[in-house]
C-alpha cells in the first residue's frame, strides 16, 4: 500500500479498510485510514459525542497548511471549532498536500489519484446517510473552495459554507506550486512559467474532470450555499468572488449582505486583506447550520452583529462600494478607506485631511445600518500606523485643528461602540487610541477640558 503515513502523533489507528466496511462501523474519535485501491485517505472524527444532540455532521476541509514545512502529514483542522460549537466533526488530510512542498491543494486530487474528488463525496454522502444526519461542509479559503467545488457532485441537500474561498484555483498565487508537484508527468509548465501555460493547465483539468473552478451556473439546487467574504481581500474581490457574484460590482457598504436564490452571501469588516473570519461568527453560523437554519436566516443573524441595537430602518443608503473607497473631499483622488498610505495623501495635495482625518467626518451618522462606522475604525488603524512610523508628521498632527477634528470622531465612536456587538473586537484599539491622544494632549499642554475630552476620559475609565 503506497503513502501509508506514521501516524504516532495521532495515536492509534481507529479503523482501517475500505469505504463500504466503514460503513458498518461506529463512529468513535480518532483516525481513520479509509483505503482506495491504492490510495489511502486519512479521516479524523473529533467529539462524536454529540452525534445524538446535533441534526447535523459538520465536514470540515482544510485551508493552505501554516509551517508546513515544519510538519509532517496528514493535516487536519476544526477541533477549535467543533468545542466552541459542541458539535461532531469530520476533518479530512488532502492528500495532495502530503506530497513535498505542497501546502494547498483544494481536495482536487493528483496524477496518482484523479478520481479524489468523486471519491470523496461518495464517502461523505455514505456518512451521512448511515448517521441519519443533514449535512454541514464548511472551509475557509482553499478549504471553502472545495466545499463549493465538491457540492457540485452532491445527490443529497447540504449545507455549504466557503469562507473568503477562490473559485479559480489556477488565478491563485500558489496554483503553479501544486499543478507542477501534483502532476509533475503533465510537462504543461515549471514554476515559473505557469501563469503564461494557464490556459492549457485549464485544457488539462477538465479533460481529466478535475473541478477547479466554481461558477454562479455551477451551484447545485439541492445544496444551501452561504459565502463569507471579507471585504478589503483584494486578490478574491476581483477575480473570485465575481465568478460566484456576477452583480459584486454593483453591491455597496449598504448592500454587504443578501441572498439569490439558493446562494447567500456577507461581505464583513473582518480585518484587512485575506484575514480570517473571526472565530465568535464562524462558530455563530455553523450553531444556526447544524441546527437546519437557512442560509438566509443565518445572514439576517450575523447582520445583527454589526448593525446598531434598534437601528432606525429608514436609515441613508451608502454610496461607497465594495471593497470601501471613497472621493476625499477637494480632489479628485478615490482612496481606500482601509489601506492607505500618508504619501497618497501628499501627492494628491490634500494632506489637511490626513492630519485631522477630515474625510471621515461624512462617514458620521448615528444609526447608519450599514458599515461606514467599520470603515472608520479601519481608517484610524491605518492612520494610528502611519503616525507610528512617520515621527516627522509629530507637529502637524498636533496643531490644535486637527487635534479638535479627531476628537470629535473619536467621541462618536465611542458612543456608537456600545449599540454594535462586533465592536467589542476594536474596543482595545479604540482605548490605545484614545489614550495616545489624551497623553500627547497633556505633554503638549492643549487643554482637554471639553466636553468630547470628557466623554473620552470617561470611556477609558472602563478599562482601569
Known amino acids: 500500500m503506497s503513502d501509508r503515513l506514521d501516524l504516532t502523533d495521532w495515536g492509534e489507528i481507529m479503523f482501517s479498510g475500505s469505504s463500504k466496511d466503514l460503513a458498518l462501523q461506529e463512529m468513535k474519535d480518532g483516525i481513520y485510514e479509509i483505503l482506495f485501491g491504492e490510495n489511502i485517505l486519512y479521516m479524523r472524527v473529533i467529539n462524536s459525542k454529540y452525534l445524538s444532540q446535533t441534526y447535523s455532521i459538520c465536514v470540515c476541509l482544510n485551508a493552505a497548511i501554516s509551517g508546513r514545512d515544519n510538519k509532517t502529514p496528514p493535516y487536519f483542522s476544526g477541533e477549535g471549532i467543533s468545542n466552541s460549537v459542541g458539535c461532531c466533526m469530520i476533518s479530512f488530510s488532502d492528500p495532495s498536500t502530503h506530497i513535498q512542498g505542497i501546502d494547498l491543494g483544494w481536495y482536487v486530487g493528483n496524477e496518482k489519484w484523479l478520481d479524489f474528488q468523486k471519491d470523496l463525496v461518495n464517502l461523505i454522502e455514505m456518512i451521512s446517510k448511515n448517521l441519519s444526519k443533514s449535512l ?177 430602518q429608514n436609515h441613508s443608503l451608502s454610496k461607497i462600494k465594495i471593497p470601501p473607497k471613497i472621493h476625499v473631499e477637494g480632489s479628485d483622488y478615490e482612496m481606500n478607506l482601509v489601506r492607505f498610505t500618508f504619501e497618497q495623501f501628499q501627492n494628491n495635495g490634500i494632506t489637511e485631511s490626513f492630519f485631522g482625518l477630515d474625510f471621515l467626518r461624512p462617514l458620521l451618522n448615528v444609526e447608519r445600518s450599514n458599515l461606514e462606522l467599520f470603515a472608520v475604525v479601519a481608517s484610524l488603524q491605518c492612520w494610528f500606523d502611519i503616525i507610528q512610523k512617520n515621527k516627522q508628521l509629530t507637529e502637524e498632527i498636533w496643531k490644535i485643528d486637527h487635534f479638535i477634528h479627531r476628537v470629535s470622531i473619536l467621541c462618536y465612536l465611542c458612543q456608537e461602540f456600545p449599540s454594535r456587538p462586533a465592536m467589542k473586537k476594536h474596543q482595545l484599539f479604540l482605548s490605545q487610541i484614545i489614550q495616545f ?16 475630552c470628557v466623554v473620552l476620559k470617561n470611556y477609558l475609565v472602563q478599562f482601569e
Open 437 to 452: 491622544h489624551l497623553e500627547e494632549a497633556d505633554n503638549r499642554s492643549i487643554s482637554t477640558d471639553s466636553k468630547q
Open 136 to 312: 454541514v461542509i464548511f472551509g475557509g479559503s482553499g478549504g471553502g473552495y472545495a466545499s463549493f467545488a465538491l457540492s457540485k457532485l452532491f445527490s443529497q441537500k447540504a449545507v455549504v459554507i466557503g469562507m473568503n474561498p477562490q473559485f479559480d484555483i489556477s488565478l491563485y498565487p500558489s496554483c503553479n506550486n501544486y499543478a507542477t508537484r501534483a502532476f509533475p508527468k503533465s510537462n504543461i509548465s515549471d514554476f515559473d512559467n505557469f501563469s503564461q501555460k494557464r490556459s492549457e493547465w485549464n485544457a488539462f483539468f477538465l479533460r481529466h474532470n478535475l473541478i477547479t473552478s466554481f461558477t454562479h451556473c455551477d451551484l447545485n439546487p439541492l445544496c444551501d450555499y452561504l459565502l463569507l467574504q471579507n471585504w478589503n481581500d483584494t486578490h478574491h474581490l476581483q477575480l473570485h468572488t465575481p465568478l460566484i457574484l456576477p452583480g459584486l460590482e454593483t453591491l455597496s457598504l449598504s448592500k454587504y449582505y443578501g441572498t439569490d436564490n439558493n446562494l447567500s452571501y456577507f461581505i464583513g469588516p473582518w480585518g484587512d486583506r485575506h484575514s480570517v473570519i473571526w472565530k465568535e461568527h464562524i462558530v455563530l453560523v455553523l450553531r444556526m447550520a447544524i441546527s437546519g437554519a437557512l442560509s438566509s436566516q443565518i445572514i439576517e443573524k450575523l447582520s445583527t452583529e454589526f448593525l446598531p441595537i434598534n437601528s432606525n
